[in-house]
């Protein structure tokens, strides 16, 4: 039975408070027993004569376990398997009865010897955790998230497919290069758009070409560099893009700082978060003016 010196009571109340809710609470003074802290429910057992047993904690956590979206398999320090979640059973389409006493390369054929007995065998001879990225063995074209830990003398891994964070990284890189290559090309401007079509963010090449410093554009609106016969059909796109519709192009003219007016191509496209949409993109290239050759 847990027990806590009336000193640390004092000091740390809520602490042993919760640990009371589980089991009784001993508290000495002195070293010496004097009280016992006891939940109200178990206090309400006692008075009817109903024997008190503290909550397993090894129950609660299988429990706990049991209730995650990730995978868990918990391996004995040979790597066999002592314990799977329910997610784990989905994933491989087994029950955990079934999976228990199975071998490491039983669940990862392909991947055990080169990367997952090792690291796992590592963890077992020195406790430090470690995190990894793999391609799945059951699921082709699947890429799983480990991350293992010491647990029980052996190892606990959690483990979830990564395929939509892999899609959003590759994206972003692109994005990145994309912008790179604008940038190198130096007659793409681009900038960022917030969701009520002022500037957010501008490109060097775009501040060129207006001839405008950054600031000169903080909180300004994109259909404020158009001319007036402009802005009707510029803010009709920016409306289309933020309502939901595809990207939208259309020529226009911008008006620089001197006052000049550069025809040019606009391109708008939505940016997103994970839950809505967040802004505009613009791009804008120069354009040859009617008449031109």
Avoid at 81 to 95: D, G, I, P
Avoid at 160 to 167: P, S
Wanted: aromatic letters at 6%; one cysteine or more.
């Amino acid at each position: 039975m847990t027990s806590a010196a009336a000193a640390d009571l004092c000091r740390n109340f809520g602490l042993w408070q919760d640990r009371a809710m589980h089991e009784p609470v001993i508290v000495t003074n002195h070293g010496r027993p004097r009280t016992v802290l006891i939940s109200t429910d178990a206090y309400s057992q006692l008075k009817a004569g109903i024997e008190v047993r503290p909550a397993s904690a090894a129950g609660g956590l299988t429990q706990l376990l049991h209730q995650l979206s990730q995978g868990f398999v918990a391996l004995d320090g040979e790597l066999t398997v002592k314990l799977a979640n329910r997610a784990a059973e989905l994933y491989f389409q087994r029950s955990a009865d079934a999976l228990a006493g199975a071998r490491l390369i039983d669940l990862y054929p392909a991947l055990t010897e080169s990367v997952m007995s090792r690291i796992f065998s590592r963890i077992v001879r020195t406790g430090e955790p470690a995190s990894f990225e793999a391609p799945s063995d059951l699921y082709e074209g699947q890429t799983i998230r480990v991350d293992a830990f010491p647990y029980d003398g052996g190892v606990g891994y959690l483990f979830a497919r990564i395929d939509d964070d892999l899609q959003t990284r590759t994206q972003i890189a692109e994005g990145e290069a994309v912008q790179a290559m604008m940038a190198a090309h130096g007659q793409a401007g681009t900038a960022r758009l917030t969701m009520r079509g002022t500037f957010a963010q501008v490109s060097d090449a775009l501040l060129a070409m207006l001839g405008f410093d950054a600031q000169h554009l903080a909180n300004a609106r994109l259909t404020d560099l158009v001319p007036i016969g402009r802005r009707v059909a510029v803010g009709e796109g920016i409306e289309t893009v933020l309502s939901g519709g595809s990207a939208v192009a259309l020529d226009s003219e911008f008006m620089t700082r001197k006052g000049a007016e550069i025809p040019v191509t606009i391109a708008l496209a939505a940016t997103r978060n994970a839950f809505s949409i967040d802004g505009l993109a613009l791009l804008v290239t120069p354009r040859r003016a009617a008449g031109e050759a």
